[in-house]
């Protein structure tokens, strides 16, 4: 069977591709979300369906009821968690101003509480607070944002508990039209992550701080798109992590060669990013060194508008939490299935399977790998005015081949958003944002 994953998991890093993302970061279950096909439409839209103008500006309220669920934890030592009941409740708003007719500059002021049942320690108050700039010239197209977001995720495999998270940073990207159909484009960004520990009544959470890091990331390449639903990009990417301040310090750098492609058909989809990643230590860390591709991909096969398949894989690399651990190779392959019900109702089920790969600090120590896999699904039905009600499901065992004890984790919930509902909902994530530029 893994001979089987690492197979299947080679041929989709080489074919395919999703959303770029820095080195060691958990993705968690069900797939990549699907990007615009046109970040300055996508925009476009927004502006043009914000309910109030004040002035110059445009504002669309935002509220939610989400993560609404029964959270269920069983880590490998054997001890559960107590289960919970968790909400999250947010109110607040997003804000539109056009300068002129190629300049939009945005803001987000989304405040959420999160709540617990049982636990009170851990209610926190949590949001996502940003300002953005997204200029779309003649030939020249720029974006920048800047902000903090602070949720509740799961933010390793490892340890598959509800924890919250802090991200705060700041990215940039260009795109230049040299000609019709050839752009060159680049990018930055740099963000400083950070896991706020709950006291849930195991002693293991406190070493989810080991995560805590600051990431550095810039790319460059050319983009040739001879049609408008099909382009291919090569660039370089330069990475640098810095976690001088945890306690197992493994700061790392590298450069490394991309691949990124996208197709979009009447009834088939595919897109692509591999990285052949070299990543060696810095400041003296201990990092151990890492040359292999990493990447992710989706190809979907039928209608957007009815019922369509998805095959996705994605190969990240997640540090570890265990002392004699540098890091994990996290390769995952799933199937979803994917319907709409005439015009208000959706639904989407997915299964995965993979293996989690531990990389030792020293050749004595025994090696661990893991078989992971997931169950989950969840359906959306619009009330109209731009209210979601939204039910989510999802099940993810671990089993480690050291001790055989596998570890679970179980969410059941129910989202209600007003405003739009930012990202595919998921039980053990908040939202992510993806653009258009490479």
Excluded: C
């Excluded at 770029?20 to 996508?42: C, I, L, M, N, V």
């Excluded at 000609?179 to 009544?201: I, N, R, Y």
Aim: charged fraction near 20%.
């Amino acid at each position: 069977m893994r001979l089987k994953i690492q197979a299947a998991m080679t041929l989709v890093l080489l074919l395919m591709a999703g959303s770029a993302e820095a080195q060691f970061q958990y993705t968690p279950p069900g797939g990549p979300e699907e990007k615009p096909a046109s970040r300055k439409q996508e925009l476009d839209r927004e502006v043009t369906t914000a309910r109030y103008q004040l002035g110059a500006v445009r504002v669309a309220p935002w509220a939610s009821l989400h993560d609404v669920g029964y959270v269920r934890s069983l880590l490998t030592s054997g001890r559960q968690i107590p289960a919970d009941i968790t909400a999250t409740v947010g109110a607040g708003v997003r804000a539109y101003l056009r300068n002129g007719t190629k300049v939009t500059w945005t803001a987000a002021i989304l405040p959420e509480y999160v709540w617990w049942h049982k636990q009170t320690d851990r209610r926190q108050l949590d949001g996502q607070y940003e300002l953005g700039f997204h200029g779309f010239f003649n030939r020249l197209t720029v974006e920048a944002m800047a902000g903090r977001r602070q949720q509740l995720q799961i933010v390793t495999p490892e340890l598959p508990v509800l924890a919250n998270a802090r991200q705060d940073g700041a990215d940039i990207s260009t795109e230049l039209t040299l000609t019709p159909a050839l752009f060159t484009f680049a990018s930055g960004a740099v963000s400083d992550q950070s896991v706020l520990v709950d006291a849930v009544g195991d002693p293991r959470l406190s070493s989810l701080h080991l995560l805590d890091r600051r990431e550095r990331v810039a790319r460059g390449g050319l983009r040739w798109q001879p049609l408008r639903y099909l382009w291919v990009a090569l660039g370089i990417e330069s990475s640098q992590v810095d976690s001088a301040r945890a306690a197992l310090p493994r700061s790392n750098g590298g450069t490394s060669p991309l691949l990124l492609f996208r197709y979009r058909g009447p009834i088939l989809d595919f897109e692509g990013e591999v990285a052949s990643r070299s990543l060696s230590a810095r400041q003296g860390s201990d990092f151990v060194p890492y040359h292999k591709p990493t990447g992710s991909g989706s190809l979907q096969v039928g209608s957007r508008r009815s019922f369509s398949a998805s095959l996705y894989g994605s190969r990240n690399l997640i540090y570890a939490l265990s002392a004699g651990n540098a890091y994990l190779q996290d390769d995952r392959l799933g199937l979803s299935l994917q319907g709409a019900f005439g015009s208000r109702a959706s639904a989407r089920l997915f299964g995965e399977t993979g293996t989690d790969d531990y990389t030792a600090f020293a050749a004595g120590t025994p090696h661990r790998r893991d078989d992971v896999s997931s169950l989950g699904g969840n359906f959306s039905f619009n009330l109209g005015h731009d209210l979601v009600l939204g039910f989510q499901a999802l099940r993810t065992r671990i089993v480690p081949n050291l001790s055989g004890i596998s570890t679970t984790y179980t969410s059941a919930g129910m989202t209600i958003s007003l405003g739009g509902v930012r990202g595919r909902p998921n039980p053990t994530s908040g939202p992510r944002r993806d653009s258009a530029v490479p």
